[in-house]
C-alpha cells in the first residue's frame, strides 16, 4: 500500500509541474516548481551531452581587457597578466584584438571590467571581438565581480560553452598568493576545499593550468558544477557582508562568522530555498561549513560594507528571501546605508531582532 501512495505522488508531482525534486535534507517528500525553463532544459542537455570529462585547452598567449583609457590598470587585469608568461596583451576597452597571438588563431580573451561596465561593452563590441564571442572569459564573485548571470543572460552569452571564471581564491597584494582553506578529508580519502578558484567553459583548462603554475588552486569544471559554486559564492559575499555592515560598530567578516552564525544561517537557508524554487540550483552539500571557513580563515581584515553599484550583482536575486529584505530596508531605514539604491519591498516586513 505505501509504494503504491508513493507511486501516485510521484505521478501527480510530474503531472502538476512538469519536475519533481526529494529533499534529502529531511524524511519527507518535498516537491519544487522549477520556475526557470533555461536551467532544466540546460541539464537535459547536459545529460544528452554524453561527456563525463573537461576538455582542457594549454594556458597560452591571451588578450586582457581592461578599463578605459585614463583609468587604472584593474587589479585582476594585472593579476591575470603577472600570472602568464609574458607573451600576454593588454587591451584598453574599445580597443580591436589581433587577428592571432603568438602562432594561435584561437586565444582566450578575458573580460576584466567591472560589472556596471560589462553590458555597455557587450552591446558595442569592437568589430574584431564580433567573431572572437567564444573565446571570452567573464569573471565573477567577490565585491568586485559579483554574480553577471543576469548580464550575460540578457545578451546572450550565458551558455554551457562560454567560459566563465570564478577569481575569489586568491588576493592580488602584497603579492599574488592562493587563499582558499582546506577543510579536511572527505569520507572517499580526498582533501576537501573552500574558497578555491572555479572555470568552466572552453578555456577552462588554460585558467586552471595558469593559476596551479602560480600555486592557486583552481578547478575546471562544467558548466553546471560552476553554477552552484558562484552562486555559493554570491550568497557568502551577500549575507556575510549584509550582516555585519548593519552593525554599529565596525565589523569584519571574520566577526560575523565567529559571533553571527545564527543570522548567516538564517539568510543563507533562505537563499537555498529560493534558488531551488527559482533557478533550479541545489547549493552543494556542505555550503554552511565552508563559507563560516572562508570568513574564518580571509575575514580579519576585510571589513563589511554595502556597495550602491554592486547592489544588482550582489543582492538582486536574493530579494524574495523576506529576512534578506528585512535587513536591507534596516539597512536604510536605520543605518542609512545604500542612499543611491532603490529595491522593492516586500510588504509586512519586521524590524529585524539583530543579535
Given at each position: 500500500m505505501a509504494s503504491c501512495l508513493l507511486s501516485l505522488v510521484f505521478l501527480l508531482a510530474i503531472s502538476a509541474n512538469g519536475s519533481f525534486a526529494f529533499n534529502l535534507d529531511s524524511t519527507k517528500l518535498g516537491m519544487a516548481t522549477w520556475s526557470d525553463a533555461r536551467a532544466v532544459m540546460e541539464y537535459q542537455e547536459f545529460l544528452a551531452s554524453g561527456k563525463s570529462e573537461i576538455e582542457k585547452r594549454k594556458d597560452g598567449p591571451c588578450a586582457i581587457v581592461t578599463t578605459e583609457e585614463g583609468e587604472t590598470e584593474s587589479e585582476m587585469a594585472k593579476a591575470i597578466?603577472?600570472?602568464?608568461?609574458?607573451?600576454?596583451?593588454?587591451?584598453?576597452?574599445?580597443?580591436?584584438?589581433?587577428?592571432?597571438?603568438?602562432?594561435?588563431?584561437?586565444?582566450?580573451?578575458?573580460?576584466?571590467?567591472?560589472?556596471?561596465?560589462?553590458?555597455?561593452?557587450?552591446?558595442?563590441?569592437?568589430?574584431?571581438?564580433?567573431?572572437?564571442?567564444?573565446?571570452?572569459?567573464?569573471?565573477?564573485?567577490?565585491?568586485?565581480?559579483?554574480?553577471?548571470?543576469?548580464?550575460?543572460?540578457?545578451?546572450?552569452?550565458?551558455?554551457?560553452?562560454?567560459?566563465?571564471?570564478?577569481?575569489?581564491?586568491?588576493?592580488?597584494?602584497?603579492?599574488?598568493?592562493?587563499?582558499?582553506?582546506?577543510?579536511?578529508?572527505?569520507?572517499?580519502?580526498?582533501?576537501?576545499?573552500?574558497?578555491?578558484?572555479?572555470?568552466?567553459?572552453?578555456?577552462?583548462g588554460a585558467i586552471e593550468a595558469r593559476l596551479e603554475r602560480n600555486a592557486i588552486r583552481c578547478k575546471a569544471v562544467f558548466y553546471r558544477e560552476w553554477r552552484r559554486m558562484m552562486w555559493e559564492r554570491n550568497a557568502y559575499d551577500a549575507v556575510f557582508n549584509l550582516v555585519g555592515a548593519v552593525r554599529v560598530e565596525p565589523t569584519t567578516l571574520l566577526d560575523v562568522a565567529l559571533y553571527y552564525d545564527k543570522e548567516v544561517s538564517d539568510m543563507v537557508w533562505g537563499i537555498s530555498t529560493e534558488l531551488r524554487g527559482r533557478k533550479a540550483i541545489t547549493l552543494t552539500y556542505g555550503f554552511e561549513e565552508r563559507m563560516f571557513a572562508i570568513g574564518e580563515t580571509t575575514g580579519s581584515d576585510k571589513p563589511c560594507k554595502l556597495d550602491d553599484e554592486m547592489f544588482p550583482f550582489m543582492y538582486e536575486e536574493f530579494l524574495g528571501v523576506p529576512v534578506i529584505n528585512e535587513y536591507l530596508s534596516y539597512s536604510q531605514d536605520e543605518r542609512w546605508l545604500l542612499p543611491n539604491t532603490t529595491f522593492l519591498r516586500q510588504s509586512g516586513g519586521g524590524k529585524p531582532i539583530l543579535i
Amino acid at each position: 500500500m505505501a509504494s503504491c501512495l508513493l507511486s501516485l505522488v510521484f505521478l501527480l508531482a510530474i503531472s502538476a509541474n512538469g519536475s519533481f525534486a526529494f529533499n534529502l535534507d529531511s524524511t519527507k517528500l518535498g516537491m519544487a516548481t522549477w520556475s526557470d525553463a533555461r536551467a532544466v532544459m540546460e541539464y537535459q542537455e547536459f545529460l544528452a551531452s554524453g561527456k563525463s570529462e573537461i576538455e582542457k585547452r594549454k594556458d597560452g598567449p591571451c588578450a586582457i581587457v581592461t578599463t578605459e583609457e585614463g583609468e587604472t590598470e584593474s587589479e585582476m587585469a594585472k593579476a591575470i597578466f603577472d600570472m602568464g608568461m609574458g607573451d600576454d596583451i593588454i587591451l584598453i576597452s574599445g580597443q580591436e584584438a589581433p587577428p592571432g597571438l603568438g602562432n594561435q588563431a584561437e586565444y582566450p580573451i578575458y573580460i576584466t571590467l567591472p560589472p556596471t561596465k560589462l553590458r555597455d561593452f557587450l552591446n558595442d563590441l569592437p568589430s574584431s571581438f564580433k567573431d572572437r564571442r567564444d573565446d571570452f572569459v567573464f569573471i565573477s564573485g567577490g565585491l568586485k565581480y559579483g554574480n553577471i548571470e543576469k548580464v550575460l543572460k540578457d545578451t546572450g552569452y550565458c551558455r554551457d560553452a562560454m567560459t566563465q571564471f570564478l577569481a575569489t581564491g586568491f588576493k592580488t597584494k602584497p603579492i599574488i598568493q592562493d587563499i582558499s582553506t582546506t577543510l579536511g578529508s572527505a569520507e572517499n580519502g580526498e582533501e576537501k576545499f573552500a574558497g578555491e578558484c572555479a572555470a568552466c567553459g572552453k578555456w577552462a583548462g588554460a585558467i586552471e593550468a595558469r593559476l596551479e603554475r602560480n600555486a592557486i588552486r583552481c578547478k575546471a569544471v562544467f558548466y553546471r558544477e560552476w553554477r552552484r559554486m558562484m552562486w555559493e559564492r554570491n550568497a557568502y559575499d551577500a549575507v556575510f557582508n549584509l550582516v555585519g555592515a548593519v552593525r554599529v560598530e565596525p565589523t569584519t567578516l571574520l566577526d560575523v562568522a565567529l559571533y553571527y552564525d545564527k543570522e548567516v544561517s538564517d539568510m543563507v537557508w533562505g537563499i537555498s530555498t529560493e534558488l531551488r524554487g527559482r533557478k533550479a540550483i541545489t547549493l552543494t552539500y556542505g555550503f554552511e561549513e565552508r563559507m563560516f571557513a572562508i570568513g574564518e580563515t580571509t575575514g580579519s581584515d576585510k571589513p563589511c560594507k554595502l556597495d550602491d553599484e554592486m547592489f544588482p550583482f550582489m543582492y538582486e536575486e536574493f530579494l524574495g528571501v523576506p529576512v534578506i529584505n528585512e535587513y536591507l530596508s534596516y539597512s536604510q531605514d536605520e543605518r542609512w546605508l545604500l542612499p543611491n539604491t532603490t529595491f522593492l519591498r516586500q510588504s509586512g516586513g519586521g524590524k529585524p531582532i539583530l543579535i
